[in-house]
């Protein structure tokens, strides 16, 4: 029996664990990769040179790379940074009327992505924010700014979010992480519904 030409062996990159190319006759032109445990899954189209091979399966992971470094960094932002990336936020959208006297990460928030106290001036943002992408972290802590100068959703407070060109790519991005987590998962060799 013929090998299946949409698998190859794994290959070894040099500092990155296993390497395993996956060919597809679907796929037409678009490659991604993706980290599967120490491994990392390159999918290609099947019509694809050894040289384009090479090249692609490169790219690919210098681009895990660097996503994976932005999310460690942004992991590792601590409230400090936080807070002043806040002002920053506050003075590009709010015209700098939000103040927040703190503005921290909290790991018990797990069915909210921020919150915040008017009274107090204080601004949490949940730990769950953290590996996602910088723009959706923005608006989460942009949302919070906004309620230190309107507590409620009712018009005023969507009209200072207009000033934030990714506001509805943020909702979007968020609403698709609470669907995904309501979605049943497979139990582990069992194949997704």
Not at 134 to 149: M, N, P, R, W
Not at 162 to 182: H, I, K, Q
Request: charged share 30%.
């Amino acid at each position: 029996m013929p090998a299946d030409p949409s698998l190859r062996p794994t290959d070894r990159a040099p500092g990155t664990g296993e390497v395993e190319i996956r060919r597809s006759a679907r796929r037409t032109r678009s490659v991604s990769a993706y980290r599967e445990g120490d491994r990392t899954v390159v999918l290609i189209p099947a019509r694809m040179s050894q040289a384009e091979e090479r090249r692609w399966v490169g790219v690919m992971l210098e681009k895990l790379a660097a996503k994976e470094k932005n999310r460690e960094r942004r992991k590792s932002l601590g409230d400090g940074e936080l807070a002043e990336r806040a002002l920053r936020l506050s003075e590009q959208y709010l015209d700098g009327r939000a103040r927040p006297v703190s503005v921290r990460w909290v790991t018990n928030q797990n069915s909210r992505w921020g919150s915040c106290t008017p009274a107090e001036g204080s601004i949490r943002l949940s730990h769950r924010l953290q590996p996602m992408p910088e723009y959706v972290v923005d608006y989460v802590l942009l949302h919070e700014l906004a309620h230190l100068l309107v507590p409620g959703h009712g018009p005023g407070f969507w009209r200072l979010l207009e000033a934030y060109p990714r506001t509805e790519r943020a909702r979007g991005y968020l609403e698709g992480v609470d669907a995904a987590a309501r979605l049943p998962h497979p139990v582990d060799g069992e194949p997704a519904p």
